[in-house]
């Protein structure tokens, strides 16, 4: 059975046809003790199916676990979306619900080579001299944390410091354990910096320059 309609693959050729960069999706997956790898599997396999320009590659994490490593990832499943270089785009969970449009959303930008942010933001994230590791914690049925897992992707992929990760709370919650997560979206920040909400791309900004300082 097919996870996106025909009116919605319809839509999405439509919106793949903007793409002028090569897509690939990096799904990391293991056979045994992962509930949603093969409807993740599944999914992108659907998706990369609606345009040439998109490319699936697949890789077990304990037999490739070097690839795993390079790659900076060690749970699964989990998505990595790059084009011409690794933007540090990295989703953990099935991008589900309202996190599918997040994932659509990642790769008509690395597919085509613009970022949705101010040209402020984009200047003050080039000048960061330290990483930043953002962690966004979501579930599907949120409509608010598209905003904030878009916001932090979109910040990879303008700053070789930025790695940004969805997490999806409900498949990791020794990791809600560990982060205190009580409400979604919930945002963590080089493990030192935090907030919670959908807020606007300057106060995001101001939390990773916190991060950082």
């Given at each position: 059975?097919?996870?996106?309609g025909?009116k919605?693959?319809e839509?999405?050729r439509?919106?793949?046809?903007k793409?002028?960069?090569?897509?690939?999706?990096?799904?990391?997956?293991?056979?045994?003790?992962?509930?949603s790898?093969r409807?993740?599997?599944?999914?992108l396999?659907?998706v990369?199916a609606l345009?040439e320009?998109i490319?699936?590659?697949?890789?077990d994490?304990?037999?490739?676990?070097?690839?795993?490593?390079?790659?900076?990832?060690?749970?699964?499943?989990?998505v990595?979306?790059?084009?011409?270089?690794d933007?540090?785009?990295r989703?953990?969970?099935i991008?589900?619900?309202?996190e599918?449009?997040?994932?659509?959303?990642?790769?008509?930008?690395?597919?085509?080579g613009?970022v949705?942010?101010?040209?402020?933001?984009?200047?003050?994230?080039?000048?960061l001299?330290?990483?930043?590791?953002?962690?966004?914690f979501?579930?599907?049925s949120?409509?608010?944390?598209?905003?904030?897992?878009?916001?932090?992707?979109?910040m990879?992929?303008?700053?070789t410091k930025?790695?940004?990760?969805m997490?999806?709370?409900?498949?990791?919650?020794?990791?809600?354990n560990?982060?205190?997560?009580?409400?979604?979206?919930?945002?963590i920040?080089?493990?030192s910096?935090?907030?919670?909400?959908?807020i606007?791309e300057?106060?995001?900004?101001?939390?990773?320059?916190?991060?950082t300082?």
């Amino acid at each position: 059975m097919s996870l996106i309609g025909e009116k919605d693959r319809e839509y999405l050729r439509k919106e793949f046809s903007k793409l002028s960069r090569p897509v690939r999706l990096v799904f990391f997956t293991q056979e045994f003790e992962c509930a949603s790898c093969r409807d993740a599997h599944q999914l992108l396999e659907e998706v990369t199916a609606l345009s040439e320009r998109i490319k699936l590659v697949v890789h077990d994490l304990v037999g490739d676990e070097e690839k795993a490593k390079s790659y900076g990832i060690d749970r699964v499943p989990a998505v990595v979306v790059e084009g011409e270089r690794d933007y540090r785009i990295r989703f953990f969970g099935i991008p589900s619900g309202y996190e599918f449009p997040s994932l659509i959303e990642d790769i008509i930008d690395v597919g085509t080579g613009k970022v949705g942010l101010s040209n402020t933001t984009k200047d003050k994230l080039e000048k960061l001299k330290e990483a930043v590791h953002i962690q966004v914690f979501v579930t599907p049925s949120c409509p608010y944390c598209q905003r904030a897992v878009r916001t932090a992707h979109m910040m990879a992929m303008a700053s070789t410091k930025v790695t940004a990760d969805m997490v999806m709370a409900n498949e990791f919650p020794h990791l809600v354990n560990r982060y205190g997560v009580m409400a979604v979206p919930k945002v963590i920040l080089n493990e030192s910096t935090s907030f919670e909400g959908a807020i606007p791309e300057e106060d995001f900004l101001s939390f990773v320059m916190q991060a950082t300082a």
